[in-house]
């Protein structure tokens, strides 16, 4: 897999996509780490993560999909607070991803290239 250079990444650190539990897991997809970062110079507000990479142990325990695409470093859910957020993050976010999940907390997207594109759900 690619390096992240992550002083050419404008808004996030390395930290935002660990793993969430503590073991140090952070397997990111280089291309997913530069696209939120252009996705956020355009939003013009900050982007928070609830989650990123997920080691299996972590996944099983918040009830995470079995063949979920945060496992493999290539899924991040934004923190969306109200439908402010969701309204103004959406259309941007169609321009980079053909993987979107909308949740009344957060928005899933992925790039996963092993799975069904051109998808939108809602939880």
């Avoid at 897999?1 to 990444?9: C, F, G, R, T």
């Avoid at 996030?12 to 696209?35: A, E, Y």
């Amino acid at each position: 897999m690619q390096k992240i250079n992550w002083s050419k990444i404008n808004h996030f650190k390395q930290d935002n996509f660990m793993c969430p539990c503590g073991c140090g897991l952070n397997i990111i997809n280089p291309q997913l780490v530069k696209t939120i970062d252009i996705v956020r110079d355009e939003y013009g507000y900050p982007i928070y993560l609830s989650s990123a990479c997920r080691c299996a142990k972590h996944n099983l325990e918040i009830d995470g999909k079995k063949d979920s695409s945060h496992l493999l470093g290539y899924a991040l859910d934004i923190k969306v607070y109200n439908s402010t957020d969701r309204y103004g993050l959406l259309p941007i976010l169609f321009k980079y991803f053909k993987r979107i999940g909308v949740a009344h907390r957060f928005i899933h997207v992925d790039l996963d290239p092993e799975k069904d594109q051109k998808v939108l759900w809602t939880y």
